[in-house]
């Protein structure tokens, strides 16, 4: 009995030393598995756009256009100079970046949709709903309000508009054109020092 766990075990040895050598010199992968896993991606062209660049660019300028839209309404209702003077910066800096975003999509032969080509109204394919923009009512309040009120909603719905346009330019990670890029980054940039400056309203 003892002779043959001996020779049993003397096998098992014998096969894993085989199995050693034979797998000593090979490859931890085969050519082909390791061209998938280690294979770079091509490296982005910042002179050139896709569809990310269109995408985005589209968005942002309905997200300007209402950030003229806010502006336009305190400039009309309200008599706090401080916020007036805010406001007209604002539409300035909003007009701005609308003009650029659209620039870019001229030149690439793209089309976009302005914010009034929507339906002024809230819901499913109706009034834009992403990051960075207030609801049709909201705006809809704020065009409404008294001159008493209309400095507080303004700062509030600013806020939001700001706050969200940080967001979808924080989620924006795809985009390849550098300018657009460079360009959305200092929006964002200037957006977190008006917010700073509205807290203080």
């Known amino acids: 009995m003892k002779k043959l766990l001996t020779i049993g075990t003397l ?8 199995g050693w050598y034979l797998f000593k010199g090979q490859p931890a992968a085969t050519p082909g598995a390791q061209s998938i896993t280690t294979q770079q991606k091509q ?4 002179t050139k756009h896709d569809f990310f660049d ?3 660019s589209q968005k942002m300028i309905v997200h300007h256009q209402q ?3 806010l502006a336009d309404t305190a400039l009309g209702s309200s008599t ?5 003077s805010m406001a007209e910066e604002m539409k300035k800096q909003q007009a701005d970046a609308e003009s650029q975003y659209k620039a870019w999509l001229n030149e690439w032969g793209e089309t976009y949709t302005n ?10 394919d109706m009034y834009p709903s992403y990051p960075g923009l207030v609801s049709a009512a909201e705006l809809s309040k704020l065009q409404s309000a008294s001159s008493g009120e209309v400095d507080t909603l303004f700062i509030d719905l600013m806020k939001k508009h700001h706050s969200g346009g940080i967001d979808l330019s924080d989620m924006s990670r795809k985009l390849q054109f550098g ?10 940039a200037d957006y ?5 400056e509205m807290d203080k309203e």
């Open 54 to 56: 269109v995408d985005f």
């Open 179 to 188: 300018k657009l890029i460079e360009f959305k980054n200092k929006v964002a």
């Open 80 to 84: 706090n100079q401080s916020v007036r």
């Open 11 to 18: 096998t098992i040895l014998s096969i894993g030393v085989a």
């Open 115 to 124: 914010l009034a080509d929507f339906p002024q109204m809230d819901g499913h």
């Open 67 to 69: 950030g003229v839209m």
């Open 43 to 46: 490296p982005l062209d910042p």
């Open 192 to 196: 977190k020092v008006e917010l700073r």
